[in-house]
T-cell receptor, first 114, second 112 residues
C-alpha cells in the first residue's frame, strides 16, 4: 500500500525567509510524487511533480521540490516566502502498481507572516 | 485556460435523500477522478474512469455510484445520504492516467 506523511501540521515563516514543507512517502513500486496547494474554499491547485529524471523539480509560483530516494522524501521548498503563500499544502503519491489514485498526506498549513 | 467544472457548487440534502454531482473535465482529458474531503481531512480517493470505463475504485460506499459519459463528463450518484457524507467532493481530470490531475473547485455537500 502507498502512503504519505507530512510530519508538520503547521509551518510558520516570516515573509522573505525560506520555506520548507516536509513530505515522506512509502510505495511498493516507483513513486510519482506531487505537490498541491489549497486555498480556503477552493480546489487543489497543482504545483509540481516528480516522475523521473532530475531530483530537483521546479514548479509554479517559485516552488521547487527535491526527490530523495534513499530518504523517501519529497520536500517542498521556496527560497523566499510571500504572505500570499499562506495556504494548505498537500503532498501526494501515486504508485503505478496501485493504479491511478493519488494518496494524499494529511496536509501542512503554511502561515507566512509579514 | 479551461478548468474542471463541477456542479452544483453547494448542495444541501436531508438524510436518506439522493444527490447527483456532475463533473466536466478539461477538454481532451480522458480520465476523471472523484475524491471526498471531510472537514479538516485530506482528500480520499473514491473512484476513477478512463475512456468511459471504471479504472480504479477506492473507498467509495456501496450507496454511491458513478459513471463517465460519451462526452467524458462524469456524474457521482449518492443515495440514502447520511450525516457523515457531508464533505467537499472534488472531481479531477487528467490527460491519460499517468499525468498530473487537475482539480475542480469542488461541491460542498451538507446533509442535515
Amino acid at each position: 500500500a502507498q502512503s504519505v506523511a507530512q510530519p508538520e501540521d503547521q509551518v510558520n515563516v516570516a515573509e522573505g525567509n525560506p520555506l520548507t514543507v516536509k513530505c515522506t512517502y512509502s510505495v511498493s513500486g516507483n513513486p510519482y510524487l506531487f505537490w498541491y496547494v489549497q486555498y480556503p474554499n477552493r480546489g487543489l491547485q497543482f504545483l509540481l511533480k516528480y516522475i523521473t529524471g532530475d531530483n530537483l523539480v521546479k514548479g509554479s509560483y517559485g516552488f521547487e521540490a527535491e526527490f530523495n530516494k534513499s530518504q523517501t522524501s519529497f520536500h517542498l521548498k521556496k527560497p523566499s516566502a510571500l504572505v500570499s503563500d499562506s495556504a494548505l499544502y498537500f503532498c501526494a503519491v501515486r504508485d503505478w502498481a496501485a493504479g491511478n489514485k493519488l494518496t494524499f498526506g494529511g496536509g501542512t498549513r503554511v502561515l507566512v507572516k509579514p | 485556460a479551461a478548468g474542471v467544472i463541477q456542479s452544483p457548487r453547494h448542495l444541501i440534502k436531508e438524510k436518506r435523500e439522493t444527490a447527483t454531482l456532475k463533473c466536466y473535465p478539461i477538454p481532451r482529458h480522458d480520465t476523471v477522478y472523484w475524491y471526498q474531503q471531510g472537514p479538516g481531512q485530506d482528500p480520499q480517493f473514491l473512484i476513477s474512469f478512463y475512456e468511459k470505463m471504471q479504472s480504479d475504485k477506492g473507498s467509495i460506499p456501496d450507496r454511491f455510484s458513478a459513471q463517465q459519459f460519451s462526452d467524458y463528463h462524469s456524474e457521482l450518484n449518492m443515495s440514502s445520504l447520511e450525516l457523515g457524507d457531508s464533505a467537499l467532493y472534488f472531481c479531477a481530470s487528467s490527460l491519460d492516467r499517468g499525468n498530473e490531475q487537475y482539480f475542480g473547485p469542488g461541491t460542498r455537500l451538507t446533509v442535515t
